[in-house]
């Protein structure tokens, strides 16, 4: 079974600090996926990357970057967190290609900005 | 327009019952579909791939008619455990991204 670990299920920050999530996946996916989850707006994604060093924007990528150094680790970055950035968290990995291949979940980081 | 939509319900059936979702997508270049289930406060699963020729999986059956862009999900003898949020998923060939619908909520009840 795919293993999609987020570092956090909870997380409360301060507006202004920069705040790391981190995600790793065990099924050594080329493609990782980052989106966030916000009541009535669904699943939006942020950043997705298909290979190391790789990144691609998404649909709202502004305010938040990414990383992956490593092919099993992906990590989103708030540069500087604010109040609108409070959300659910969702990291996803797949084989590729990724328009034919089910997306692995983890388990959602709740980020809470003060 | 959005580019899938869903009936975001919620559908409050009876255990047993027959309940079904539609899901529209607006690009007819979208080349894959899946749905997916996710529970309260949960990460979305996959429940399914949506093939040409129709799919069923159980009490689950999956349709696709692309020449009127929409796929649907038929749940039978709803179970209690149904209950969840289920996700239309769409996706076509440029960047590999999913396209997720708002889901359509479901409650079985006793």
């Known amino acids: 079974d795919v293993k999609v670990t987020q570092s956090s299920r909870y997380l409360v920050k301060r507006t202004g600090e920069k705040v790391f999530l981190e995600c790793v996946q065990d099924?050594?996916?080329?493609?990782m996926f980052w989106y966030r989850q916000d009541p009535g707006l669904g699943l939006r994604l942020i950043y997705f990357?298909?290979?190391?060093?790789?990144?691609e924007k998404g649909d709202i990528p502004e305010g938040y970057s990414v990383s992956r150094e490593k092919k099993e680790r992906f990590s989103l970055i708030l540069e500087s967190a604010s109040t609108n950035q409070t959300s659910m968290y969702l990291c996803?990995?797949?084989?590729?290609?990724?328009?034919?291949?089910?997306?692995?979940f983890g388990d959602g980081t709740r980020l809470s900005i003060l | 327009r959005k580019e899938v939509e869903q009936d975001p319900g919620p559908f409050n059936v009876p255990e047993g019952a027959t309940v079904a979702f539609n899901c529209t997508y607006s690009?007819?270049?979208?080349?894959?579909f899946f749905w997916y289930r996710q529970d309260c406060r949960k990460e979305p699963k996959l429940l399914m791939s949506?093939?040409?020729s129709g799919n069923e999986d159980g009490r689950f059956t999956a349709q696709l008619n692309r020449a009127s862009q929409y796929i649907s999900l038929l749940i039978r003898d709803s179970k209690l455990s149904d209950s969840a949020t289920y996700l239309c998923?769409?996706?076509?060939?440029?960047?590999?991204?999913?396209?997720f619908g708002q889901g359509t909520e479901l409650s079985v009840k006793p």
């Open positions: 690009n007819s270049a979208s080349q894959s």
């Open positions: 990357s298909y290979d190391v060093k790789m990144k």
């Open positions: 099924m050594d996916h080329e493609n």
């Open positions: 996803a990995s797949s084989l590729p290609p990724g328009w034919a291949q089910p997306q692995h």
């Open positions: 949506v093939y040409s």
């Open positions: 998923v769409v996706t076509y060939n440029q960047g590999g991204k999913l396209i």
